[in-house]
């Protein structure tokens, strides 16, 4: 009966030893977005100043992204976003080859242009947020070399793990899924739902 | 001036008519406008960026900067008129003290000092002043030659041409070769997001309409952006 009791005794001290770990742990995990931004955006210019050849090594340069971007994207939303209302308009075929050809023509361009911040500081403002907050927008400068800075802001949601991804860019006002999806919008308007997919896939070969 | 009111007349008797075709909100008269665009995409291939691109390769770095800084200096004093227009108090004190610094230790604005010490560009035009005090930017035009555009943008650049030291100058071969040299300068601005704009867009033109549109609300918002959705 004593043993009994130890054990249980144990196993209560167990089960609230490894609840607290838990916690501690998924609090780690839910990293604010803010600091996500800067995180990123510091390994990043860090890997690049260190190694400015990676920019010329397209291996390199796809594992840099592969690992620190990408996993922070949520290129479905985008995706959804970008299609708007066309998005019902597609096939669950249609969805998924749009999602992953986007992503690589989104991956490809921001590439290219990771070369030019290469010399520029990024300073993340402080985000004022609510616990409950599932959809936040942060607020960055890209100061340039020249002295001039180009405001970027970064729409995230949270996902069911508490993790942070970003579905929106606005540089300097013009948000990268709003442009976009015009774009759709008009190759749908005029040739359909098909001929974007082909579009994509033509100008990602 | 003229050339701008005959566009103007013909963009709204052909308005009237064009609606034979579904347009994007905003665009009513996508069908000239494309019809446009495509002049200046031409034009441009084979006359004016193979210009920028040669001044680009033969004019050394610092004089190329001094180009563009004694233009942007210009342009402050543009900006410097609409922010009286539009009562910003601390844009006006941030571009009245940039023209005056600039132009008297930076010579004329070659050099640019007020940007290193922290003094903002205020950026404003006579279109973002019109669009501060209510005036929407009404339907997108693609201005021949200039490009994109809106209908109260277009009338805000003549108001800007008013408002330009360099129209004040009395010579007509320097006014023109320096209004040559400011369009130039400008295009080579343009160098960066040209490879951008190639390697993003499916069709550059809604790209370019849909950026240019974001931009100037966003310009006439100061930055603030109202949620959408």
């Given amino acids: 009966m004593k043993f009994m009791k130890r054990l249980k005794w144990f196993t209560g001290l167990f089960a609230a030893v490894m609840l607290s770990a838990f916690t501690v742990v998924s609090a780690h995990a839910e990293i604010a977005p803010d600091a996500l931004i800067k995180t990123v955006a510091t390994d990043v210019t860090t890997v690049l100043k260190a190694d400015p050849a990676i920019l010329?090594?397209?291996?390199?340069?796809?594992?840099?992204i592969e690992n620190k971007l990408i996993p922070n994207f949520s290129f479905a939303r985008m995706t959804q976003l970008a299609m708007g209302r066309n998005w019902s308009k597609a096939s669950p075929d249609q969805?998924?080859?749009?999602?992953?050809?986007?992503q690589t023509l989104l991956v490809r361009t921001y590439s290219g242009a990771l070369a030019n911040f290469r010399n520029n500081t990024i300073d993340v403002r402080p985000l004022r947020m609510q616990?409950?907050?599932?959809?936040?927008?942060?607020k960055t400068v890209i100061n340039q070399p020249n002295g001039q800075g180009i405001p970027i802001d970064y729409s995230l949601e949270k996902g069911a793990d508490g993790n942070w991804?970003?579905?929106d860019i606005v540089v300097a006002g013009v948000s990268l899924v709003t442009n976009y999806r015009d774009e759709f919008n008009t190759v749908i308007r005029d040739q359909g739902v098909d001929a974007l997919v082909k579009q994509l896939q033509a100008k990602n070969k | 001036m003229k050339f701008v009111v005959v566009i103007l007349a013909g963009v709204m008797t052909l308005s009237g008519c064009a609606s034979f075709r579904t347009t994007a909100p905003g665009d009513p008269i996508e069908p000239i406008n494309r019809g446009i665009y495509s002049f200046n995409t031409t034009f441009d291939h084979y006359l004016f960026r193979p210009i920028a691109k040669g001044y680009d390769f033969v004019v050394p770095g610092p004089i190329k900067t001094g180009v563009t800084n004694v233009f942007q200096n210009v342009s402050d004093v543009q900006s410097l008129v609409s922010d009286a227009l539009q009562l910003k108090g601390a844009k006006f004190g941030d571009d009245l003290g940039r023209v005056m610094l600039n132009t008297t230790f930076g010579i004329g604005g070659i050099f640019d000092l007020a940007t290193p010490m922290g003094i903002e560009r205020g950026n404003e035009d006579i279109g973002q002043t019109l669009g501060y005090w209510g005036i929407g930017s009404g339907p997108y035009l693609v201005v021949p030659f200039l490009g994109p555009s809106s209908l109260r943008d277009a009338i805000g650049r003549y108001g800007d041409s008013q408002v330009n030291p360099l129209s004040y100058v009395s010579s007509?071969?320097?006014?023109?070769?320096?209004?040559?040299l400011s369009v130039v300068d400008a295009r080579v601005g343009l160098f960066p997001a040209e490879d951008l704009l190639n390697q993003a867009s499916l069709d550059k033109y809604t790209f370019l309409r849909s950026a240019y549109l974001q931009r100037r609300q966003s310009l006439v918002l100061d930055g603030k952006r109202p949620k959408e959705e």
């Fill in chain 1, 165 to 167: 991804k970003a579905y």
């Fill in chain 1, 56 to 64: 010329s090594n397209a291996a390199k340069l796809k594992e840099l």
């Fill in chain 1, 95 to 102: 969805q998924a080859a749009l999602t992953k050809e986007f």
């Fill in chain 1, 131 to 138: 616990p409950a907050d599932a959809d936040v927008t942060v």
């Fill in chain 2, 172 to 180: 007509v071969p320097v006014r023109n070769s320096l209004t040559g």
